[in-house]
Nanobody, 124 residues
Framework: QEQLVDLGGGSVQAGGSLRLSCTSS????????LAWFRQAPGKAREFVAA????????DLRLSLKNRFTIFSDNAKNTVYLQMNLAEPDDTALYSC?????????????????WGQGALVIVSS
C-alpha cells in the first residue's frame, strides 16, 4: 500500500503565499507521477498540477500558471505546490495523488493513491 503525506495547509491573507508538500515512499516516487487536486466547498474536485518522477515534465492548470508552481525534490521524495498571490477562490481542500497514467493526469479517476488532504483558507 503506497502512502502519501500532504502537509502545509493553513490560513493566509489574500495576496499571500503558501507552500504545500507531498511526501511519498521511494517506490511511489520512482513509479508514479504525483499531482495536486483541490475541492472547494460545494464544488467538484479539479486538477491543479502534476509532475513526473524526477521532475522531467510538469503540467499546471492554465488559470493558475501565473501564481502556482509545482516542483520536486528527488532526494526527499517530495513534491511541492507553491501558491503565490493567493485569492479567496483558492480556498479548498488540496489533495496529493499518485498515478501511473501521465496521459490522463488531469482525470482524478486515474489516481490510485491519495493523501489525507491539506486545507487551505484564503481570507480577503
Amino acid at each position: 500500500q503506497e502512502q502519501l503525506v500532504d502537509l502545509g495547509g493553513g490560513s493566509v491573507q489574500a495576496g499571500g503565499s503558501l507552500r504545500l508538500s507531498c511526501t511519498s515512499s521511494d517506490s511511489t516516487f520512482s513509479k508514479y507521477h504525483l499531482a495536486w487536486f483541490r475541492q472547494a466547498p460545494g464544488k467538484a474536485r479539479e486538477f491543479v498540477a502534476a509532475i513526473k518522477p524526477n521532475g522531467e515534465n510538469s503540467d499546471l492548470r492554465l488559470s493558475l500558471k501565473n501564481r502556482f508552481t509545482i516542483f520536486s525534490d528527488n532526494a526527499k521524495n517530495t513534491v511541492y505546490l507553491q501558491m503565490n498571490l493567493a485569492e479567496p477562490d483558492d480556498t479548498a481542500l488540496y489533495s496529493c495523488a499518485a498515478s501511473r497514467f501521465w496521459t490522463a493526469r488531469r482525470d482524478s479517476a486515474t489516481y490510485d493513491y491519495w493523501g489525507q488532504g491539506a486545507l487551505v483558507i484564503v481570507s480577503s
